[in-house]
């Protein structure tokens, strides 16, 4: 079992950045293939971008192809999000998420394990 807590969510400008973090404890971090969904109010939770366990492979949505990067550091057990030129419509709760299952993950139902979420909101 995994515990993740995610931080680094807040209010930024329309073209800005901001690096979430997702911290992962209990079980080996690298045993779990990772996302990153992300919610808006009235919707449903959506896929944003998912990596392997080794880090080696990514896969995004079509939405933030480009601008977003996931990252993860085994040693340091923390998956990362780097968003880039962000837009209004990227305004959502952001959520991590693990799974011992394969890469890639790109549904909700294949994670077991879910962080609290943080808010990311993004002026225009």
């Known amino acids: 079992q995994v515990q993740l807590v995610e931080s680094g969510g807040g209010l930024v400008q329309a073209g800005g950045s901001l690096r979430l973090s997702c911290a992962a404890s209990?079980?080996?971090?690298?045993?779990?293939?990772m996302g990153w969904f992300r919610q808006a109010p009235g919707l449903e939770r959506r896929f944003v971008g998912t990596?392997?366990?080794?880090?080696?492979?990514?896969y995004y949505a079509d939405s933030v192809k480009g601008r977003f990067t996931i990252s993860r550091d085994n040693a340091k057990n923390t998956l990362y999000l780097q968003m880039n030129s962000l837009k209004a419509d990227d305004t959502a709760v952001y959520y991590c998420?693990?799974?011992?299952?394969?890469?890639?993950?790109?549904?909700?139902?294949?994670?077991?394990?879910w962080g609290q979420g943080t808010q990311v909101t993004v002026s225009s």
């Open positions: 998420a693990a799974d011992t299952t394969s890469f890639p993950l790109r549904q909700p139902s294949s994670y077991h394990y």
């Open positions: 209990g079980r080996t971090f690298s045993d779990y293939t």
């Open positions: 990596i392997s366990r080794s880090g080696t492979s990514t």
